[in-house]
């Protein structure tokens, strides 16, 4: 990972606002367990970033906390400083996770979970905190924040998938750009988002695609997917060195 900074290891002290880098979002990979089966998330997640993801998003909506915790802990001990693990919607857990030590790098919320200025005052200036937006009021709003709350914008979905039923209206690429257009801050592009979308989209203004079922479905090889997509991104092969400053 390229940007991420922090002085600090506990969470109780005072933290260096995070340097928040949007090429992280370039190939962004949100966990899966059921999709990943009958690997682990965390092999899957390990593969992964050997294969060039830049971020990673631990998603488990169906794991209570304790469990949710344990897996969060297991990714991020595998993954360690090569690129930013973020959790989805526990903002709990991401203080939980803080407290054991561990190297998570924030929390992704949508419209309907904790609102995002609360986000960002739990977990502080050095936390990178993406909200997931799509329509023009939902971005007016991120206007109205202090500068700083939201460091990125999930903005999808782009295609249906069935890796999220309850998903937004499908955009399509055109609908992407026009929502990207409006967004104020880095946005990276999500829902259904297959290797050939990469050019497209990228030139629709996406700074990364995020990515669940293309990168971890269990019929195909994670690390394999992973470079594919790059390939696509224009980056070619190459995953993170393992120097990187998270978190
Ligand atoms: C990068 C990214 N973008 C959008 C989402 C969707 O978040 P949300 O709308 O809160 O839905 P859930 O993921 O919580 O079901 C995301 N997770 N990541
Ligand atoms: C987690 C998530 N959020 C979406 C949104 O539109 O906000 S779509 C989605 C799932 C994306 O999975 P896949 O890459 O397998 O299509
Ligand atoms: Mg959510």
């Given at each position: 990972?390229?940007?991420?900074?922090n002085?600090?290891?506990?969470?109780g002290?005072?933290?260096a606002?995070?340097?928040?880098?949007?090429?992280?979002?370039l190939?962004?990979?949100?966990?899966d367990?059921?999709?990943?089966?009958?690997?682990?998330?965390?092999d899957?997640?390990?593969?992964?970033v050997?294969?060039?993801?830049?971020?990673?998003?631990?998603?488990?909506?169906?794991?209570?906390?304790?469990?949710?915790?344990?897996?969060?802990?297991?990714?991020?001990?595998?993954?360690?400083s090569?690129?930013?693990?973020?959790?989805?919607?526990?903002?709990?857990?991401?203080?939980?996770?803080?407290?054991?030590?561990?190297?998570?790098?924030?929390?992704h919320v949508?419209q309907?979970?904790?609102?995002?200025?609360?986000?960002?005052a739990?977990?502080g200036?050095?936390?990178i905190?993406?909200l997931?937006?799509?329509q023009?009021?939902?971005?007016?709003?991120?206007?109205?924040?202090?500068?700083?709350?939201?460091?990125?914008?999930?903005i999808?979905?782009?295609?249906?998938?069935?890796?999220?039923?309850?998903?937004?209206?499908?955009?399509?690429?055109?609908?992407?750009r026009?929502?990207?257009?409006?967004?104020?801050v880095p946005?990276?592009?999500?829902?259904?988002?297959?290797v050939?979308?990469?050019?497209?989209?990228l030139?629709?203004?996406?700074d990364?695609?995020?990515?669940?079922?293309g990168?971890?479905?269990?019929?195909?090889d994670?690390?394999?997917a992973?470079?594919?997509?790059?390939?696509?991104?224009?980056?070619?092969?190459?995953s993170?060195?393992g120097?990187?400053?998270?978190?």
């Amino acid at each position: 990972m390229t940007g991420h900074q922090n002085t600090s290891e506990s969470s109780g002290e005072a933290r260096a606002r995070s340097v928040f880098d949007p090429a992280d979002l370039l190939l962004y990979h949100v966990t899966d367990g059921a999709l990943s089966a009958p690997r682990s998330v965390p092999d899957v997640v390990e593969a992964a970033v050997d294969g060039g993801v830049t971020m990673v998003q631990v998603r488990g909506k169906d794991l209570g906390g304790a469990e949710f915790l344990e897996l969060v802990q297991a990714v991020a001990t595998r993954v360690g400083s090569r690129v930013p693990v973020l959790i989805n919607d526990r903002v709990d857990v991401y203080l939980a996770a803080r407290e054991r030590g561990l190297a998570v790098a924030g929390v992704h919320v949508g419209q309907s979970d904790i609102p995002v200025s609360d986000v960002r005052a739990i977990c502080g200036p050095a936390a990178i905190v993406g909200l997931s937006a799509a329509q023009s009021t939902e971005f007016d709003a991120v206007r109205l924040l202090p500068e700083g709350t939201v460091d990125y914008i999930g903005i999808g979905a782009v295609h249906t998938t069935s890796t999220k039923p309850d998903h937004p209206e499908p955009l399509g690429i055109d609908g992407f750009r026009a929502a990207r257009a409006w967004c104020p801050v880095p946005a990276v592009a999500i829902g259904g988002v297959r290797v050939e979308d990469c050019p497209p989209l990228l030139a629709a203004g996406a700074d990364g695609v995020a990515v669940v079922s293309g990168i971890c479905a269990s019929s195909g090889d994670p690390r394999l997917a992973a470079t594919q997509y790059r390939e696509a991104l224009g980056v070619g092969s190459g995953s993170a060195s393992g120097e990187g400053t998270n978190p």
